[in-house]
């Protein structure tokens, strides 16, 4: 007898670019496709937890309303542990969109971030939420390392950057993976209007160095933008290497145009570019689905490989 299969969606990180992950989730929930579980990371994790909260149009909202005066009005500085504290971002995330605990969400959500001691991968599924995904987010270097439980995490995009395994562990038969964090870029604009409204220029802390062919030296960048551009290829080589050890069973890529990993203010594209991933992918989506024939577990199979499921580097949930 075939059952729908249980459908994971791994959402991964990327820093501005993680918006499209708004558009991803939209584009798949219009097309009546709703997950039975949500995996982030970084960005992924924030944006997750959202929809799993039922609070992704009002994430969106804000996200729309960005600017660079907002975003930078975000920073607060902190130089002990790392650039910024990061209690600015975390008071706002708990105000505006998910203020709860694990067990309350509507959809089962967990988090990746890492220990910054032990460098094991942690997987988050219990306790505050907000306090969950500022771990998960928490860029080694750029914020402040988040105590929980005695461990001192960071971004789970040091260890696991899209979070397929995770999906999988929490009983996923099907995961679709989305993958922003990848440098590759050039693709044509998804909305050319959006695009040319979004064109605004960043203050320099945070400028990327000018990549123009006209520039016979390229301006020395930024910290920040040293820090973020270190971890991005990072995070990419990471990546690439565990989804073809883990891989999905659709894997979507949405393309940007010149997209800096701090232009939080250009949500729109990032929004528009995950909308035109899924609908590129549709068939690969329909396909995995349609002809997936799940096989009925038996009662506390799914608890039981997500308590056992282990991988090197792997420490348990907190």
Known sequence: MSHRPKIGIALGGGSARGWAHVGVLQALSARGIAPDFIAGC???AMVGAAFAAGRIKELETW???LDWKRVVGLVDVGLRGGLFKGDRLLNLFHAQFVECQFSELSVPFAAVATDLVTGQEVWLREGNVSHAVRASCTVPGLFRPVLREGRYLVDGSVVNPVPVSLCRAMGAQVVIAVDVGS????????DAELASKTKVRPPVFFDMADASPLSVIPPLPSIVATLLGA???MQECIGQARLVGE???????PRFEQFGTFDYHRAAVAIAAGRHAV????PVIDEALGMFTAQPHPDGANESKLTLTSSPGFAPSI
Not at 183 to 190: D, F
Not at 247 to 253: D, N, Q, S
Not at 279 to 282: G, S
Request: proline share 14%; aromatic share 0%; net charge neutral.
């Open 42 to 44: 970084s960005m992924g």
């Open 183 to 190: 440098r590759r870029v050039g693709g044509p604009p998804q």
């Open 247 to 253: 891989p999905p069973e659709v894997l979507l890529t």
């Open 279 to 282: 609908a590129q992918m549709l």
């Open 63 to 65: 996200a729309l309303a």
């Open 231 to 233: 971890i991005d290829i």
